[in-house]
Each structure stands twice: as structure tokens, then as C-alpha cells.
T-cell receptor, first 115, second 115 residues
Framework: QQQVKQSPQSLIVQKGGISIINCAYENTAFDYFPWYQQFPGKGPALLIA?????SEKKEGRFTISFNKSAKQFSLHIMDSQPGDSATYFC??????????????FGKGTKLSVIP | EAQVTQNPRYLITVTGKKLTVTCSQNMNHEYMSWYRQDPGLGLRQIYY???????DKGDVPEGYKVSRKEKRNFPLILESPSPNQTSLYFC??????????????FGDGTRLSIL
């Protein structure tokens, strides 16, 4: 089973601060690394994603940093807001043959942004 | 509105009583998948389908069945539910299986409690 290790399990950040969530993987065949955001009572929704040939991708206050040699990637949320309070999942995509791909998720980080 | 619809949203049932959770998407997506979400374990894939009449096992398929007779529908069947299948279930779909970097669109989940 492919694995993606995510940390921390939970994170409390003050409003305006920077939230950082880290993920690590072993299999170098992973070729796409999305982050999903999940609010209570809802399904996960794609937040931002990166391919391994890029070291950083920024969309608004959200940035993915990718370190291919270390097999690590992280999500940075700048100027964190209470509305960012959610569970965040990193994921990694891999080709599993017969034209099919499989997405493997980390265990999630519950982020709480306090005023 | 583009969406993935799951029914029921909540279900309490008893061990051994067959149940079906329906999933329907209106985006003409080829790829559909079922996940279960458990505290501390993140999202784990149960089954996936690359297209009509094509299904394959994910990481935790034991005790589940699926079918894909139509492109838009992908029901999850528990023939003889057991308490260890108590969980939050998500159906997801994505545009194409040949492009691994396709975002997955999730339903809002089905919370199953098996007594």
C-alpha cells in the first residue's frame, strides 16, 4: 500500500499567522500532489495541487512547497483566517496500470484558527 | 450545478441487513471512486471504476461490492454489514482516468452506523 505521511495531526494558529502542514512520501512514482480542504459535514474539495517538476506553487494565501530530493511537500497558509478552520488532506497520485490512477491520502490535519 | 449526490446521508442499521448507498454524478465523469473516512486514518479507497462495467479494488475492499452499469451511477453495496463498517463514506468522481492530475469531486458523505 502506498503511503503519504502527514503532520501534525492538529494545529492551532492565531488569526494572521502562518499555518504549515507537512507531508512526506516514499514512492518516487507519485506524479501529482494535491491538497484537499474539508469543512465539517462536507466532502473534501481540491484546494491546490503541484506536479513534481515544480518547486513551489502559490494561489492567493495558499502555497505548496515541494522538495523532490527529500520527498516532502508542505502547505503554507499565509495570514490565516478563522474561515480557514477545516481539515486538510495532502494526497499523492500514482499510475497503477491499465490506464488507471490511484489517489492516496494522508491522515489529515485539523486546523483551528483562533481570533 | 455540477455535483456528486449520495443517498442516504445518514443511516443506522443492524448487522447483516443488506444496504446500498447510491452515488450519482452529473458531470459526465469517467472515473468514480468510494472512500471511507475514519478518525486518525484519513481517507481510504474502497473501490474505483474507470468507466462503465470496469471496476477495481482499492485499499480496503473487504465486505463491499460495487457496480457501474451506467456512467453516472456507482452504488456501494454492503451485503452483510458488520460494526467495523461503521464509518463516513464518500463517493468521488473525476473527468478522466487517463489524466492523473484531474481533481476529484466529492459528495457530502454518508454516515453509516451498524449496530
Amino acid at each position: 500500500q502506498q503511503q503519504v505521511k502527514q503532520s501534525p495531526q492538529s494545529l492551532i494558529v492565531q488569526k494572521g499567522g502562518i499555518s504549515i502542514i507537512n507531508c512526506a512520501y516514499e514512492n518516487t512514482a507519485f506524479d501529482y500532489f494535491p491538497w484537499y480542504q474539508q469543512f465539517p459535514g462536507k466532502g473534501p474539495a481540491l484546494l491546490i495541487a503541484i506536479r513534481p517538476d515544480v518547486s513551489e506553487k502559490k494561489e492567493g494565501r495558499f502555497t505548496i512547497s515541494f522538495n523532490k530530493s527529500a520527498k516532502q511537500f508542505s502547505l503554507h497558509i499565509m495570514d490565516s483566517q478563522p474561515g480557514d478552520s477545516a481539515t486538510y488532506f495532502c494526497a499523492a497520485n500514482i499510475f497503477v496500470g491499465a490506464g488507471s490512477y490511484q489517489l492516496t491520502f494522508g491522515k489529515g490535519t485539523k486546523l483551528s484558527v483562533i481570533p | 450545478e455540477a455535483q456528486v449526490t449520495q443517498n442516504p446521508r445518514y443511516l443506522i442499521t443492524v448487522t447483516g441487513k443488506k444496504l446500498t448507498v447510491t452515488c450519482s454524478q452529473n458531470m459526465n465523469h469517467e472515473y468514480m471512486s468510494w472512500y471511507r473516512q475514519d478518525p486518525g486514518l484519513g481517507l481510504r479507497q474502497i473501490y474505483y471504476s474507470m468507466n462503465v462495467e470496469v471496476t477495481d479494488k482499492g485499499d480496503v475492499p473487504e465486505g463491499y461490492k460495487v457496480s457501474r452499469k451506467e456512467k453516472r451511477n456507482f452504488p456501494l453495496i454492503l451485503e452483510s454489514p458488520s460494526p467495523n463498517q461503521t464509518s463516513l463514506y464518500f463517493c468521488a468522481s473525476s473527468l478522466s482516468v487517463t489524466g492523473g492530475n484531474q481533481p476529484q469531486h466529492f459528495g457530502d458523505g454518508t454516515r453509516l452506523s451498524i449496530l
